[in-house]
């Protein structure tokens, strides 16, 4: 059984820094991909980050780009995201998803399989 577990969310001040986790298990193909998406209240999902698991290929939203990075360790089939610079507007459910394709736009929601749960990020002082 597949399984998408995300974790590491928490409250941080504006310009502070927080590092999530996503731990992907019940599969094993080799080539795959981590996504992360971000929902605030009232607005869409949206797509932040992702990486190959063979490659290492990333992709990024305009939006966190040069303060958040994407990695990967493919021993423990886990992505991270370390978020710095944060910012009031970054509050937002953060979900891990997984793709087991080739294709798609890696930031688009229907690109995945599989979705974790979700972790609650809030900025705020």
Same mark, same amino acid.
């Given at each position: 059984? %597949?399984? %998408? %577990?995300?974790?590491?969310?928490?409250?941080?001040? *504006?310009?502070?820094? $927080?590092?999530?986790?996503?731990?992907?298990?019940?599969?094993?193909?080799? =080539?795959? &991909?981590?996504?992360?998406?971000?929902?605030? *209240?009232? @607005?869409?999902?949206? +797509?932040? #980050? #992702?990486?190959?698991?063979?490659? +290492? =290929?990333?992709?990024?939203?305009?939006?966190?780009? +040069?303060?958040? &990075?994407?990695?990967?360790? @493919? &021993?423990? @089939?886990?992505?991270?995201?370390?978020?710095? #610079?944060?910012? *009031?507007?970054?509050?937002?459910?953060?979900?891990?998803? $997984?793709?087991?394709?080739?294709?798609?736009?890696?930031?688009? *929601? #229907?690109?995945?399989?599989?979705?974790?749960? +979700?972790?609650? %990020?809030?900025?705020?002082?």
């Amino acid at each position: 059984q %597949v399984q %998408v %577990v995300e974790s590491g969310g928490g409250l941080v001040q *504006p310009g502070g820094s $927080l590092r999530l986790s996503c731990e992907v298990s019940g599969f094993t193909l080799g =080539h795959y &991909t981590t996504g992360w998406f971000r929902q605030a *209240p009232g @607005k869409e999902r949206e +797509g932040i #980050s #992702s990486i190959r698991s063979n490659n +290492g =290929h990333t992709s990024y939203a305009d939006s966190v780009k +040069g303060r958040f &990075t994407i990695s990967r360790d @493919k &021993t423990k @089939k886990t992505a991270y995201l370390q978020m710095n #610079s944060l910012r *009031p507007e970054d509050t937002a459910v953060y979900y891990c998803a $997984l793709d087991m394709g080739f294709g798609g736009d890696r930031l688009q *929601p #229907s690109t995945y399989d599989y979705w974790g749960q +979700g972790t609650q %990020v809030t900025v705020s002082s």
